[in-house]
Every structure is written in structure tokens, then in C-alpha cells.
């Protein structure tokens, strides 16, 4: 069983920068597609970024330019860099896996793997 750990959030100026960390258990990260998905109040989970297991990136259009996910598989680690942030990025973030050497994914149902989620707030 895969288990994800987020860290990264917190409280930011709009413009400034976090970067989210995504921990995952198990020794086949390598072959793990991440994606990372957020939800604000009152909203649907809406889809992020997703890297492939060779890493093949795809971004939602609100983010495409600001944002960039990444992975380091020696550590086991997914991180999603987040730049430029805008009031609009206030949300839970959740990373997700989606297991066996499969592409990245924008349909949350595909991951069958998610993280506890991490707040992150930007103040305009």
C-alpha cells in the first residue's frame, strides 16, 4: 500500500513562491505517475499538474507557465514548484499516485493513491 505525505504549504503574498514536497512509501516510486490536484471551498477537486514515470509533464491551463511539477526518484519525492502565485491558488493541494509505469493523468479517478492535502493560502 502506497502512502503519500504533502508539506510545503502555508501563507503567502500574492507573487511570491512555495514549493510543495510529496513523500511517497514503497521501494517502485520509478514507476509511479504523480499528479497533483487542489480544492478550494465550496469547489470541486480540480486537476493541477501531472509527471509521468519518465517524466512527461501536463499542466491545467490556469498554472501552465507558473508552475512546475517534478520528481527525484532517489528520494522518492514528487515536488510541485509554484510561482507567481495568484489569490485564485488558495486551496488544499493533494498529491496522488497512479501505479505500474503509466502516463500522468488529469482524471482525479485514476489515482488510486492520494496524500492527507496541504493548505496553501495567498494573500492578495
Known amino acids: 500500500q502506497v502512502q503519500l505525505v504533502e508539506s510545503g504549504g502555508g501563507l503567502v503574498q500574492a507573487g511570491g513562491s512555495l514549493r510543495l514536497s510529496c513523500a511517497a512509501s514503497?521501494?517502485?516510486?520509478?514507476?509511479?505517475?504523480m499528479g497533483w490536484f487542489r480544492q478550494a471551498p465550496g469547489n470541486e477537486r480540480e486537476f493541477v499538474a501531472t509527471?509521468?514515470?519518465?517524466?512527461?509533464?501536463y499542466y491545467a491551463d490556469s498554472v501552465k507557465g507558473r508552475f512546475t511539477v517534478s520528481r527525484d526518484n532517489a528520494k522518492n519525492t514528487s515536488y510541485l514548484q509554484m510561482n507567481s502565485l495568484k489569490p485564485e491558488d488558495t486551496a488544499v493541494y493533494y498529491c496522488?499516485?497512479?501505479?505500474?509505469?503509466?502516463?500522468?493523468?488529469?482524471?482525479?479517478?485514476?489515482?488510486?493513491?492520494w496524500g492527507q492535502g496541504t493548505q496553501v493560502t495567498v494573500s492578495s
Open positions: 496522488a499516485a497512479r501505479l505500474g509505469y503509466l502516463s500522468g493523468s488529469r482524471d482525479p479517478t485514476d489515482f488510486g493513491a
Open positions: 514503497g521501494r517502485t516510486f520509478s514507476s509511479y505517475a
Open positions: 509527471i509521468s514515470w519518465n517524466s512527461n509533464t
